[in-house]
């Protein structure tokens, strides 16, 4: 079921994947196309967790990272699991982020 609802971002044209990670890289769930996985792609998390601590400005609900070919979106969940999006830079960001964002509670009550 979980796959299923993560197969929902490839409505969003350019959408080339998106995985649920646990806190350790290991993946949950993942849609169909190429999705992120391991613990290399989580250091972007932690680090936005770090910085958003030693700045105080409370908890990291998404990151997003834009270069010229893609794009990036993460969502925290509970549990200190996070949903990963990868897009081509022509998809709206805001888009990603308003699905996201919409489907997060979702995807907590079903992990």
């Known amino acids: 079921m979980l796959n299923r609802l993560l197969d929902t971002f490839h409505q969003i044209g350019g959408v080339q ?3 649920v990670l646990q806190d350790d890289g290991t993946k949950v769930a993942t849609s ?19 910085c958003s601590s030693t700045l105080s400005a409370g908890s990291v609900e998404q990151v997003w990272l834009e270069n010229g070919e893609e794009s990036l979106l993460v969502q925290s969940l509970d549990g ?32």
């Open 17 to 19: 994947g998106a995985s």
């Open 80 to 111: 200190g699991m996070s949903l990963w999006v990868t897009a081509s830079n022509s998809t709206p960001i805001g888009r990603l982020r308003y699905q996201a964002a919409t489907l997060a509670p979702v995807i907590n009550d079903l992990i």
């Open 32 to 50: 169909s196309g190429t999705s992120p996985e391991g613990e290399v792609v989580l250091e972007l998390l932690h680090e936005a967790r770090r």
